[in-house]
């Protein structure tokens, strides 16, 4: 999927946000800059969340209330040297079936992961051009990118 603007890539994450009810895991794949705050944004505004989303690179997480009493957990692995410290915690966020779960450099927690899950892949191909790259790892993600698509 390609998107040219920043403004579709927060419409493409609200639409996903959207279809979620709860126990869902996105795994955002991309480099610095690629878009992975602004679509985790537009996944906030579709799950509810009326506070102002910001990027966990410091704080390694951040947690939101949403609608229909969901939760959603961003956590941001890049910065972290050792995630064992994170890993329990991660663990039972991904086990509750009213948290949604965004996931950057992910990579480290990779054992924690559930099998089926969102992986999202972002390029960038021009300065405000991103390929997406949407996988499906499982029955459950497969549906709902049935859904989305």
């Not at 994170?86 to 965004?102: R, Y």
């Amino acid at each position: 999927m390609h998107v040219t603007s920043e403004q579709e890539m927060h419409d493409l994450g609200s639409r996903l946000g959207s279809l979620f009810v709860g126990g869902e895991v996105v795994e955002l794949v991309g480099d610095v800059g690629a878009g992975k705050t602004t679509f985790t944004k537009g996944l906030a505004q579709g799950l509810g969340v009326s506070e102002s989303v910001q990027s966990p690179s410091f704080t390694i997480s951040r947690v939101y209330d949403g609608r229909d009493d969901l939760r959603l957990e961003h956590y941001d692995f890049y910065r972290l040297s050792d995630p064992g410290i994170m890993k329990d915690e991660l663990a039972e966020s991904v086990a509750d079936d009213k948290t949604v779960v965004v996931i950057e450099w992910g990579g480290s927690v990779s054992d924690i992961l559930p099998a089926d899950r969102l992986v999202i892949g972002i390029s960038s191909p021009g300065e405000f051009e991103r390929d997406v790259k949407l996988r499906a790892t499982g029955d459950r993600s497969q549906a709902i990118l049935k859904e989305l698509l």
